[in-house]
């Protein structure tokens, strides 16, 4: 008795999307970010303008460095956490300092270890 339509038989039909491009994206969401690779780098025009880190200033405007997302990831003390909450990219240090109640000087600190970690830049 011949089995006509065994499943040996039958071709082996490839699914409409890459399986191992599918593995590497689901397994991202998995995948602590490096704190060394921001996922929001700022732009540099050309490599002439390129400074050294200058010190922190009253004047400075810190910005974040990675995505609010991307914040989760990190194992930050709760100070940190509410520093980051009043960095909007547009007020200076020394206004975001009055608004938490923060001697100037503490919130430079804060503001210096942020950005030594790769979390902000400040213009």
């Given at each position: 008795?011949?089995n006509s339509?065994?499943s040996?038989?039958?071709?082996?039909?490839r699914?409409?999307?890459?399986?191992q491009?599918?593995?590497?994206?689901s397994?991202?969401?998995?995948?602590?970010p490096?704190?060394d690779?921001?996922?929001e780098?700022?732009?540099?025009?050309?490599?002439?303008?390129?400074?050294?880190?200058?010190?922190m200033?009253e004047?400075s405007?810190p910005k974040?460095?990675?995505?609010?997302?991307?914040?989760?990831?990190?194992d930050l003390s709760p100070?940190?956490?509410r520093?980051?909450?009043f960095i909007d990219?547009?007020s200076?240090l020394?206004?975001?300092c009055?608004r938490m109640g923060?001697p100037?000087?503490?919130?430079m600190d804060?503001?210096?270890v942020?950005a030594?970690?790769g979390?902000v830049?400040?213009?």
């Amino acid at each position: 008795m011949a089995n006509s339509g065994s499943s040996d038989d039958r071709a082996t039909v490839r699914p409409p999307f890459d399986p191992q491009d599918f593995a590497k994206q689901s397994e991202r969401m998995t995948v602590r970010p490096d704190a060394d690779t921001p996922s929001e780098v700022p732009e540099i025009a050309t490599p002439s303008i390129v400074v050294e880190a200058l010190p922190m200033q009253e004047t400075s405007v810190p910005k974040l460095a990675v995505s609010l997302d991307d914040l989760a990831w990190f194992d930050l003390s709760p100070d940190a956490r509410r520093m980051l909450e009043f960095i909007d990219g547009a007020s200076s240090l020394e206004i975001i300092c009055i608004r938490m109640g923060l001697p100037l000087t503490e919130g430079m600190d804060a503001v210096d270890v942020l950005a030594r970690d790769g979390l902000v830049v400040c213009a």
